[in-house]
């Protein structure tokens, strides 16, 4: 599986939007972009995927380069209950569809 | 719809001890994870299940760790005999099978974890 990039921390206000970036350069063409946060002692929980399109749900937004090397994801109006450890994964669309989590970005979202 | 469920939420052990995790998934979910979780990592996969199959199971350290899934619904982790880099919360995970199409999500849902300490 490809591996991904983030930065190890970052902050926000709240009511603003943060966005998260993710640096994905090896990913080939069957592999999706996947985000799960994880808060405090949970475990993590799906924000959302994408191919190649950009995708929005109610909880966020991806934004997917068009060489598909890097991606970001967006909370449009970040909340304290958004702060979290964000992780970025790349996921093959076979091979059982295995989640392998790095490091994540930690997101502080400040009043 | 209830939630993957796991026990024990803590537990404490010496080193060279032995302990269980087990794990409930959701209702229907063929495909279930394991999950070892070290203080300021990420959550490293220790082994999937498809079914009672094991699908990976690359990075389960096979000397001391072992799981199984009898019936394909609930499954046990047992680490034997414990050391202390096994400190760690315990995830386990369950989702349907993935059709690797776009418009499936895929979603893998987590219980809330067992945590361990070794002494």
């Known amino acids: 599986d490809a591996k991904t990039t983030q930065p190890p921390s970052m902050d926000c206000a709240e009511g603003r939007a943060a966005n998260l970036p993710c640096n994905h350069s090896?990913?080939?063409?069957?592999?999706?972009v996947y985000w799960y946060r994880q808060i405090h002692s949970q475990g993590p929980q799906y924000i959302i995927h994408g191919l190649k399109n950009n995708e929005t749900n109610e909880m966020a937004s991806l934004i997917i380069t068009e060489d598909r090397k890097s991606s970001t994801l967006i909370l449009p109006h970040a909340t304290l209950r958004d702060t979290a450890v964000y992780y970025c994964?790349?996921?093959?669309?076979?091979?059982?569809?295995?989640?392998?989590f790095g490091q994540g970005t930690i997101l502080t979202v400040h009043p | 719809e209830a939630g993957v469920a796991q026990s024990p939420r803590y537990k404490i052990i010496e080193k060279r001890q032995s302990v269980a995790f087990w794990c409930n998934p959701i209702?229907?979910?063929?495909?279930l994870y394991w999950y070892q979780q070290i203080l300021g990592q990420g959550p490293k996969l220790l082994i999937q299940f498809q079914n009672n199959g094991v699908v990976d199971d690359s990075q389960l350290p096979k000397d001391r760790f072992s799981a199984e899934r009898l019936k394909g619904v609930d499954s046990t982790l047992k680490i034997q005999p414990a050391k202390l880099e096994d400190s760690a919360v315990y995830l386990c995970?369950?989702?349907?099978?993935?059709?690797?199409?776009?418009?499936?999500?895929?979603?893998?849902?987590f219980g809330e974890g067992s945590r361990l300490t070794v002494l």
């Open positions: 994964i790349v996921r093959s669309g076979t091979s059982y569809g295995k989640l392998t």
């Open positions: 209702s229907g979910h063929a495909t």
């Open positions: 995970a369950s989702s349907r099978i993935w059709s690797g199409r776009a418009t499936d999500t895929g979603e893998l849902f």
């Open positions: 090896t990913i080939s063409g069957n592999e999706y």
